[in-house]
Nanobody
Framework: QVQLVESGGGLVQAGGSLRLSCAAS????????MGWFRQAPGKEREFVAR????????YYTNSVKGRFTISRDNAKNMVYLQMNSLKPEDTAVYYC??????????????WGQGTQVTVSS
């Protein structure tokens, strides 16, 4: 069992930065790949980034490549999403999730409650 709690969301102007954090509880945290997803109003939840169990490899959706960086600290049971050069279209509720190293939300077993990110133009 893994419980996830996101933090770090907020309101930021276009071009600004935010760092999302995801705190995990449970001794099996390092047994799961971690992902970040987002959901804008009226849209489906979409994949943003994922990282392997060890943190040695990561993958991003095209729209955030070069702007977002996912990382994890298994000693602290933490996952991060550094978001730079934010755009209004990045506005969404951001979720962290634990599961398989995959783009599909169906392959993730544990989810946080989400944190709102709003980017103003």
């Amino acid at each position: 069992q893994v419980q996830l709690v996101e933090s770090g969301g907020g309101l930021v102007q276009a071009g600004g930065s935010l760092r999302l954090s995801c705190a995990a509880s449970g001794r099996t945290f390092s047994s799961y790949a971690m992902g970040w997803f987002r959901q804008a109003p009226g849209k489906e939840r979409e994949f943003v980034a994922r990282i392997t169990m060890s943190g040695s490899s990561a993958y991003y959706t095209n729209s955030v490549k070069g702007r977002f960086t996912i990382s994890r600290d298994n000693a602290k049971n933490m996952v991060y999403l550094q978001m730079n050069s934010l755009k209004p279209e990045d506005t969404a509720v951001y979720y962290c999730a634990a599961g398989d190293y995959n783009d599909s939300p169906l392959r993730y077993y544990y989810w946080g409650q989400g944190t709102q990110v709003t980017v103003s133009s």
